[in-house]
């Protein structure tokens, strides 16, 4: 007697493809709860302060304000670091090239701060009405643009003997540069990196948006 024929299970339907997909772990390297945002917009870092301690997420944030006036300032070149097995910056071994900004006491009108997480950005925004007030101030860039003018300043000074910003100096023989005083309209970065001894955001508002800054 012949077996019965086996009848074929028809295929299974593709999967559909995903759609409008949130990278979480960048959400989750870069979330802060507000409560905690007075103190910190992103990772931090401070060349020969902190830089032994802490490793950039290599995720680059991009930070706006109408007009930054600050109070003491130092900027110098330097080099970040992943932290071992990082999935971003693996082209350049976990390494990014940054200008290290830094002020001893800085306000800024219109704070806007973005991060693309993939299908959607979170925009912080703070210093409407009332300036964002913050005291050593240290920004990581690898973009800078804006209007600037300085006060008193001293361009190809040896970065170690920069004394503007107490305690942030850069590596011994690199290129520096400092004044009393900057300006910078309609500034505009791309950082890795943001550290200060105190930040004040009045008016500090957190979303989901579909544009960054």
């Not at 295929?11 to 559909?16: I, N, R």
């Not at 103190?39 to 870092?45: N, P």
């Not at 300085?150 to 850069?170: K, R, W």
């Amino acid at each position: 007697m012949a077996s019965p024929e086996t009848v074929a299970s028809p295929p299974a339907p593709p999967p559909s493809a995903p759609q409008g997909r949130v990278r979480w772990r960048r959400f989750a390297a870069v979330m802060i709860p507000a409560t905690a945002a007075g103190g910190v917009l992103v990772a931090l870092t401070a060349q020969g302060v902190l830089a032994a301690q802490f490793s950039i997420s290599g995720i680059a944030f991009t930070v706006t304000a109408d007009k930054l006036d600050g109070t003491g300032f130092e900027q110098f070149g330097s080099l970040d670091n992943t932290a071992p097995g990082s999935p971003n910056l693996t082209a350049t071994g976990g390494q990014q090239i940054v200008m290290v900004s830094a002020i001893q006491s800085a306000q800024l009108t219109n704070l806007c701060q973005s991060v693309n997480l993939g299908a959607i950005n979170l925009v912080l925004r703070a210093g409407g009405s009332t300036p964002v007030q913050a005291t050593n101030l240290v920004v990581d860039s690898d973009q800078l643009s804006g209007d600037a003018s300085f006060t008193n300043i001293s361009i190809g000074q040896d970065a170690s003997t920069l004394s503007e910003v107490p305690g942030v100096t850069g590596p011994l023989g690199d290129f520096g540069q400092q004044s009393d005083h900057v300006t910078i309209n309609n500034l505009r970065q791309d950082n890795y990196a943001t550290t200060a001894a105190s930040f004040t955001l009045p008016g500090l508002s957190m979303s989901f948006q579909s544009n960054g800054c």
